[in-house]
């Protein structure tokens, strides 16, 4: 695979100025420290819990990549994004919407809750709507919908070698009874046609699909790119629906907290409960960051602190004041004088202790979290 490396185009003291600082914000992000991984992941995954990479491609194709950018690891609900994307293609924006909303739920990823007035998932962003978007994929059998969606996903990734980890899945089979009852619960209903067990193997293979932080960046730089792949020229999508996938991560792109990234972040982003989050800047860059510690959301801790980091910094909140928006500089042709360094913290507030206990159970917090 060729790179186009960022630091082809800069002067020595620039490249090392512009490795140092953002060597810097992963050393000082890797100080906060990391929740658990997810409960099926094998015992090696939960070894490698302290891995950390950050990376970027620009739509002019310049890549950089920091940390372990190296390390393969699962797409987890980043898939969502291409599942959906291919769905929207296969059957047109209406009939996808009468499917699946596009509304944000509010509610943690894996919950049984619906539009119960429009019977549909509220969007493709969670399982029960990407669920339901693995159901409407084009595709004769289970091997055709994966090859299908595979197929893509190595376009926008850049890496016509980009595999499904079989044993990955096999694991997460294992252990699906959430997903398995979200599917019979929505079939009973109607809201999915085919046979839950095909539906769940096509979404968990898409899931399985292990990826590196820079492409992972590279999947966000075809998005940001209207849908080409802005380093091999390949079109790994139509177009005409890159707004709305653009726009579903932008609203309901970080589970339940979704809210609070668009306010604090402001970018449209996707995260994954192994620890990877894709952003997409529309004609400007992907990025991405891996680091496997979650919340109690399913996002990761780390990544989470990077990317505000990352915007408060080079103004990258889609709705901030242009003047403020230094996104060449992010693609490391002129760093800023290093700033004062902003204290890690979480994107959730401090929980307030007056109010009394509802007695909710966080659903991935503690190495307890469950398919
Ligand atoms: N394998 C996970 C599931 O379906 C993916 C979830 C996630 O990344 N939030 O539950």
């Given at each position: 695979m060729r790179v186009v490396s960022w630091e082809e185009t800069l002067?020595?003291?620039?490249?090392r100025r512009a490795r140092e600082q953002l060597e810097q914000l992963l050393e000082r992000q890797a100080r906060l420290g990391h929740s658990d991984v997810v409960t099926y992941y094998p015992p090696e995954a939960i070894a490698q819990r302290d891995l950390f990479a950050l990376a970027g491609t620009h739509v002019d194709g310049t890549q950089w990549a920091v940390g372990d950018c190296d390390?393969?690891?699962?797409?987890?609900?980043?898939?969502?994004?291409?599942t959906y994307a291919l769905a929207l293609e296969d059957n047109g924006r209406e009939a996808t919407l009468t499917r699946v909303g596009v509304e944000?739920?509010?509610?943690?990823?894996?919950?049984?809750?619906?539009?119960?007035?429009?019977?549909?998932?509220?969007n493709p962003m969670v399982n029960a709507g990407a669920l339901v978007a693995a159901d409407i994929l084009g595709g004769a059998d289970v091997d055709e919908k994966v090859a299908r969606l595979l197929e893509r996903m190595r376009i926008y990734a850049g890496n016509p070698e980009l595999e499904v980890d079989q044993e990955l899945l096999d694991a997460m089979l294992a252990d699906a009874d959430r997903n398995l009852g979200i599917s019979y619960y929505m079939r009973s209903l109607g809201m999915l046609v085919g046979e839950v067990e095909d539906i769940l193997r096509v979404y968990?293979?898409?899931?399985s699909?292990?990826?590196?932080?820079?492409?992972?960046?590279?999947?966000?730089?075809?998005?940001a790119n209207g849908g080409e792949n802005p380093r091999t020229g390949e079109r790994a999508m139509a177009r005409t629906y890159v707004r709305d996938v653009i726009g579903v991560m932008f609203t309901c792109g970080m589970y339940d907290a979704a809210g609070q990234w668009a306010?604090?972040?402001?970018?449209?982003a996707k995260s994954g409960v192994s620890g990877g989050i894709m952003a997409a800047i529309p004609n400007q860059v992907g990025l991405s960051v891996f680091s496997p510690g979650l919340d109690q959301h399913g996002n990761s801790v780390r990544g989470i602190n990077v990317f505000r980091e990352l915007s408060d910094r080079f103004g990258l909140h889609i709705f901030a004041d242009p003047a403020e928006t230094?996104?060449?500089?992010?693609?490391?042709?002129?760093?800023?004088?290093p700033e004062p360094e902003p204290e890690p913290g979480a994107l959730d507030p401090e929980p307030r202790d007056d109010l009394p206990d509802d007695g909710v159970v966080p659903v991935a917090i503690e190495g307890a979290a469950t398919v």
């Amino acid at each position: 695979m060729r790179v186009v490396s960022w630091e082809e185009t800069l002067t020595e003291q620039e490249k090392r100025r512009a490795r140092e600082q953002l060597e810097q914000l992963l050393e000082r992000q890797a100080r906060l420290g990391h929740s658990d991984v997810v409960t099926y992941y094998p015992p090696e995954a939960i070894a490698q819990r302290d891995l950390f990479a950050l990376a970027g491609t620009h739509v002019d194709g310049t890549q950089w990549a920091v940390g372990d950018c190296d390390h393969r690891f699962p797409l987890q609900s980043i898939s969502k994004v291409f599942t959906y994307a291919l769905a929207l293609e296969d059957n047109g924006r209406e009939a996808t919407l009468t499917r699946v909303g596009v509304e944000p739920s509010g509610d943690p990823f894996n919950a049984l809750e619906f539009d119960e007035t429009n019977r549909r998932p509220h969007n493709p962003m969670v399982n029960a709507g990407a669920l339901v978007a693995a159901d409407i994929l084009g595709g004769a059998d289970v091997d055709e919908k994966v090859a299908r969606l595979l197929e893509r996903m190595r376009i926008y990734a850049g890496n016509p070698e980009l595999e499904v980890d079989q044993e990955l899945l096999d694991a997460m089979l294992a252990d699906a009874d959430r997903n398995l009852g979200i599917s019979y619960y929505m079939r009973s209903l109607g809201m999915l046609v085919g046979e839950v067990e095909d539906i769940l193997r096509v979404y968990l293979s898409a899931c399985s699909v292990h990826v590196t932080a820079a492409e992972l960046s590279e999947m966000g730089a075809t998005l940001a790119n209207g849908g080409e792949n802005p380093r091999t020229g390949e079109r790994a999508m139509a177009r005409t629906y890159v707004r709305d996938v653009i726009g579903v991560m932008f609203t309901c792109g970080m589970y339940d907290a979704a809210g609070q990234w668009a306010n604090d972040v402001g970018i449209p982003a996707k995260s994954g409960v192994s620890g990877g989050i894709m952003a997409a800047i529309p004609n400007q860059v992907g990025l991405s960051v891996f680091s496997p510690g979650l919340d109690q959301h399913g996002n990761s801790v780390r990544g989470i602190n990077v990317f505000r980091e990352l915007s408060d910094r080079f103004g990258l909140h889609i709705f901030a004041d242009p003047a403020e928006t230094q996104l060449g500089r992010l693609g490391g042709r002129v760093w800023p004088e290093p700033e004062p360094e902003p204290e890690p913290g979480a994107l959730d507030p401090e929980p307030r202790d007056d109010l009394p206990d509802d007695g909710v159970v966080p659903v991935a917090i503690e190495g307890a979290a469950t398919v």
